[in-house]
């Protein structure tokens, strides 16, 4: 059944009569729908079908929890095939026109040990920011230098671009932050996916920290969001606190959420934070 197919059958479901017609309908949606998560993402059937749970009719309430239970063990068992496939697989080779050499260093990978010259601006700040970019970038990785480089010099351009062309206290924030998080020993997923251009410098430059925080995080956030493929609690403005979030501003753990989809149905839903301390509001997909 494809996604078309399916809510036309939801549509049947809302408007089902009798239990019979319940019944009928989610017995058909239990045998022909192959549970995905995009398949599940793009039609929230999930969501729809977990609201019946507690119908009056036990039956009903009994295979609602058994179509729940396949879909979810469906969705992980996904999820692991991904895992192994991707683990499996030899290293994404990059589209880049450079070679594919790998690079070999002599020490630690900073500018000057790489050869890179960073001495590319009247300022002196925004050399110094290429530098410190470059070490964090290149720190475990064996990239050529003339590839890091080029990215580097474009995060960089990208962050002077976002703080309006001065070199300030704002730029100096910014930066700062960036670097820390670029540098953390914890994330490299954050540097891998920017040296393979999963996050682009432009993107790079307007995440929050909670979008650049190393993997147990993503991995938590996997969580809530599997959690809103059936159960639409999640999506609504229910504004739940917790203390899963910290605040940038107040570094308190008390914030309240909720999660909405902005774009289309196959993007990644948006966090909406709000910190009940002090006030402070952000979002991450
Ligand atoms: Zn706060």
């Not at 996916?193 to 999963?198: G, P, Q």
Request: proline share 4%; net charge positive; charged share 30%.
């Amino acid at each position: 059944m494809d996604a078309k197919e399916i809510v036309t059958v939801m549509k049947d479901l809302e408007k089902a009569e009798s239990d019979s017609q319940i019944i009928r309908l989610l017995t058909l949606l239990q045998t022909d729908v192959v549970p995905t998560e995009k398949v599940l993402r793009e039609t929230k059937v999930g969501v729809t079908v977990n609201r019946l749970r507690s119908h009056a009719n036990p039956e009903v309430g009994t295979l609602v929890k058994k179509i729940i239970k396949t879909w979810k063990d469906g969705v992980s068992q996904e999820k692991k095939k991904k895992a192994v496939s991707s683990a499996g697989s030899p290293a994404k080779s990059t589209t880049s026109t450079t070679t594919n050499e790998r690079f070999v260093s002599k020490g630690p990978r900073t500018p000057k040990n790489d050869g890179v010259k960073v001495e590319i601006y009247e300022n002196k700040t925004r050399n110094g920011s290429i530098s410190a970019i470059y070490t964090a970038l290149a720190m475990d990785s064996d990239e050529q230098p003339s590839k890091i480089f080029e990215l580097v010099k474009d995060i960089e351009k990208q962050c002077f671009k976002a703080v309006n062309f001065t070199v300030d206290d704002t730029y100096r924030n910014k930066l700062r932050s960036l670097i820390m998080n670029l540098k953390n020993k914890n994330n490299p997923t954050l540097r891998r996916s920017i040296l393979d251009h999963e996050i682009i410098p432009s993107k790079l430059v307007t995440m929050s920290a909670q979008e650049l925080a190393p993997d147990s995080l993503k991995k938590e956030m996997e969580e809530i969001y599997k959690k809103n493929l059936f159960d639409a609690q999640g999506a609504t403005e229910n504004n739940s606190v917790t203390d899963r979030f910290e605040c940038g501003k107040c570094k308190q753990r008390k914030v309240s959420y909720f999660q909405k989809q902005t774009r289309s149905a196959d993007e990644p839903l948006t966090t909406f934070c709000k910190c009940e301390n002090c006030g402070n509001r952000w979002k991450f997909s």
